[in-house]
Each structure stands twice: as C-alpha cells, then as structure tokens.
C-alpha cells in the first residue's frame, strides 16, 4: 500500500508540471506563533493507578505545566507547520531522576535547565492540491492536500470515536459544493523499510474516506469507511488501535488484523436542540496462534463483528446549557476467549487518541487534567482509549449541564453511569494485558457512578482558570484479584467468600476521588 500511495503522489505532481499556470507575483511570506500554556495541580486518590483495589495507597497531589506552541509558515495558500509539546511534572523524582508522573516527559526542579524533553507534536505541510494556483489547477473544485505528521481531521465529530489526535500520513481535503467536502486520509501506523537495514519490521497503515454533505440548513450527514491493516499490530506509543484484551495481544507478533469500519454521524441543529448521533459498524478478519490444523500454517482465523452507537443531545435555554449522552458497544460473555477462537465482539478505533469521551467524565477520561485517565496502565480496558472494557463490552450515560453566571464566570455539572454488555469475571487478575484468569463466569456488570462539579472563569482575555471536583462510586465489576494477592494483603477487602487454591483473593474496588485546578493561557 505505501508503494500505491507513493505512485499516486508523484503522478500528481507530474500532472502538475505538465499543466504549469502562468506565474504571478510570488506573495510575501508570513510567519505566525501560536500556542497554549496549562499549570495544572491535582489532588487525588485511588488514581490514577492500575489497581483500584489497594485501599487508597496510591494517594497523593502533583502539579505539572504542558505548553504547545505551533510555528507556521505560509505562502500565499500553502503552509509549513511545526508543533512542540513540553510536559514537566514539578519536583517529581528527585531521588530518582527518571520517574515522571504518567502523561509527562521530564522533571522540573531546582534551578531547572531540563534537556532533552521538546517533543514534535505536528510536523506538515499543506498546500492546494486542485483549483486556481494549485498542483492540477485544471481540477475546478477547491482542494487541499496535507503531508507529514499532523492532526487527525475530517472523520468524526465525536474525539477519539475512530480517528483521533496526531497521524502521520497524507490527507486530502475537497470542496464540491458549498454544502458538500470530503477526507481521504492515509495513515502509516507501521513503516516496513527493507529487511536488511530493519530486519523484522512490519507493515501497519489505514484508508479512510468521509463525505460531509449538509441537507439543509441545520442538518448535517457524514458517511465514513475505513480500512485497517495491522501486520503484528501496532508498534506506537500505548499501542492505540491494537489494545489488549483478556490476556490476548498482537502486538509485535506475526498476527495479521485487518478491520472494515463503516457508518458515520450525523448533526442536527433546531434552534437550541442539537442531536449529534454516530453508528459504527466494525467487520474484518483476526488471525489467532493456531488451535488446530488450519490452511496457513501456524495460524487460525477469526472474524470481527461488532459496533458501537454513542450520541449526544442537547438543549440550550439562555445561560443554561444541558446536554446527555449515551454510548453502548458489545462485548463477549466471561467464558469465551479470541486466542481460543471465539469470534471479536468489542469495538477498537484506529486511533482513540487518549481522549474517548474527554469532557464527559473527570477521572475515567480526564479533561481538566487530561494527562492520564483512571487504569490507564491497562489500556484495553481504560475508557480513554477503549470503548470496551476489556473484552466485555460497555454502557455509558451521561447528564451534563453548564449555568453561565456572567460571560466570564460558568458553573457546570455532571453526572454519569456505567456497566458492561456482558458480566465481568472479577476473579480474574487487572495488568497491562488486561484481565486475565480467572474461573469464566461473569458477576457483576455495574462499574460505577461518577460526579463531577466544577467552573470556569475567564477572568482576564486569553487566560482561564478550571476547577473540578470528581467522585467515582467505584461498581464491583472494577473488582478484580492481584497478583499473588490475598485477603489479608494490604489494602484488599475480600469481596467474598473463598479464595483460589494459590490463596488470591477477589479484592473490592475502592472509590476514586481527584480534585483539580488549572490556568490555562492561549494566543
């Protein structure tokens, strides 16, 4: 496929030679700044580790600073952009300097000087592809095409439901219509060079095609295909894509997972209604270690077949905003297993950016303090990055509302439930893998009820300061044994009677409560 992509680009810019427009005056270039700055602090517990079933232990408090500055170079309608991210955590590690808080790269303290830590976030460029003074000027309609690292756009309306946060790839975006545009983005997950410079390397990419057409004034449809192909799953950061579940992994594996998803979202606004509905359908093909004799050695063969449905409503009455949402995505029943060739019933997005349902919950997703998420070090089952948890499936609900005060000062609330398609085994052990063990029947499907209140005041141009307090009601489907653990091991109340024959424990959850502020400044 990268071969395909590479063609397809240099026949374009053939094209574009062949057909040179007269040359005008070149316009002057112009070199604009742009940014963020957060401080944030945060007083937690029982968060944001990856056992909630330790009595509180991981309690504590942190600050940390996150600024973004964005440089971009424009030439009449062409642009170079280049990003950097810089994450601190202050004072943390001081015995042992390499320790950051999760979500932060490096440590700040006394007298500073901290090196090596600026992060590229966005590295593209972007110029017209069709239309007047572009590539293939003889196209009529307006497009533009965007190369290199960059945001992911033009897919989904809601963050993280598909394709999310930072790709590096090609994009195309076109204009038919005043009311119609469509996004062709290709996606290199995984770069395989040539096997002597890179002996073992595999090939990971994606294709995805949306066409936003608005109906009429109001009322907004955007279908969406997507393909992905992962050779031995995703090599990037937190394996976004390819997670985890039940103890099964493709990740640097020889495993093949290929995945069609298909449907869209569509928006509709009425005065102060808005309805913003999505369904994904997601069908494909995962080979598994062989469990009996099969036509490729070495491999049998599976199939994906799931889906998900998360739409939001809302009603605007003057300074009072309400708004709900309800996602539900299928999972699998306690006993069946993918490595023993039970089909794929839990939904994955291409990219979930560590960010699924960011605003609507404060300690699952965080989103004042957005760096790291409840049982984050299990990413199959931690909702910032998995509809699903783990393998069961999941239900969301959600009720928020905001009251502006003044123009600078709002108040806001929220209140959200959740449970799983199908019953968790919490006799099973919660590590990176997810959960895995346990004697394959479900017990409970309730994981918990979460408050959040909270305000925001602008209180200068540019700047604001957040403030949210957040409770987690933990359910006892969050119960889960630990490793080794019994039930006179610290922290753990046995949730009931009886242990294994190696003496674990079933261990209660605990609740989970942060409180966090944070400045944030923009220009």
């Not at 572009?134 to 989904?156: K, N």
Request: glycine share 14%.
């Amino acid at each position: 496929m990268r071969r395909v992509v590479v063609v397809v680009v240099s026949l374009i810019a053939i094209l574009g030679i062949q057909v040179a427009p007269v040359m005008a005056q070149a316009p002057a270039p112009k070199v604009t700044i742009t940014g963020l700055l957060d401080f944030v602090a945060n007083k937690y517990h029982n968060w944001p580790g990856l056992d909630v079933t330790d009595g509180g232990r991981d309690d504590g408090w942190y600050s940390r600073e996150r600024g973004v500055f964005t440089l971009t170079g424009e030439v009449g309608r062409s642009k170079a952009v280049w990003a950097v991210e810089l994450d601190f955590t202050n004072g943390a590690g001081a015995n042992v300097t390499t320790t950051t808080f999760p979500g932060t790269t490096a440590n700040m303290d006394l007298d500073g000087d901290v090196a090596g830590a600026v992060e590229t976030k966005w590295l593209y460029v972007e110029t017209p592809i069709t239309g007047p003074g572009s590539i293939l000027p003889f196209i009529p309609v307006s497009g533009i095409i965007r190369a290199g690292q960059q945001p992911a756009r033009g897919h989904e309306y809601k963050v993280g439901i598909l394709l999310g946060g930072d790709i590096p790839g090609i994009a195309m975006e076109t204009m038919w219509a005043p009311n119609m545009r469509s996004t062709l983005t290709f996606v290199q997950i995984g770069e395989k060079i040539d096997p002597i410079t890179a002996a073992g390397q595999r090939e990971s990419w994606a294709l995805l095609a949306s066409l936003e057409l608005e109906v009429f004034k109001g009322l907004t449809v955007k279908p969406t295909y997507a393909y992905a192909s992962y050779d031995g799953g995703n090599p990037g950061t937190g394996n976004l894509g390819t997670e985890a579940k039940d103890g099964f992994s493709v990740n640097g594996t020889n495993l093949r997972t290929t995945r069609h998803t298909l449907g869209g979202d569509v928006r509709w606004t009425m005065g102060g209604f808005t309805l913003q509905p999505t369904f994904l359908v997601q069908l494909g093909e995962q080979e598994i270690p062989r469990i009996a004799a099969g036509p490729n050695a070495g491999t049998n063969e599976v199939d994906i077949r799931s889906w998900i449905f998360d739409t939001t409503a809302g009603y605007r009455i003057g300074p009072l905003n309400i708004e709900g949402r309800v996602m539900w995505t299928p999972g699998m029943g306690a006993s069946h297993n993918v490595a023993n060739g039970a089909d794929v019933n839990y939904y994955q997005a291409i990219n979930p950016a560590f960010a699924y349902m960011g605003g609507w919950t404060e300690i699952q997703t965080s989103g004042v303090d957005y760096a790291t998420a409840l049982l984050a070090g299990a990413p199959g089952v931690s909702l910032r990055q998995s509809p699903s948890y783990d393998k069961y499936g999941r239900v969301f609900a959600a009720l928020a509302a905001d009251y502006s005060v003044t123009p600078a000062l709002t108040l806001k609330g929220l209140v959200n439930v959740s449970w799983t398609d199908e019953e968790v085994d919490t006799d099973r052990v919660l590590g990176a893998t997810g959960l895995t063990g346990g004697d394959g029947r479900g017990d409970d499907r309730y994981l918990g009820t979460e408050v959040n209140l909270g305000l925001t005041y602008r209180f200068a141009p540019n700047v604001a300061l957040d403030l949210i307090g957040a409770y987690l009601f933990a359910g006892d489907a969050l119960n889960h044994r630990r490793t080794g653990g019994t039930a006179a091991a610290p922290g753990c109340r046995g949730d009931r009677e009886g242990t294994s024959a190696g003496g674990a424990a079933t261990c209660a959850a605990d609740d989970v409560y942060k409180l966090v502020s944070r400045v944030r400044i923009t220009f």
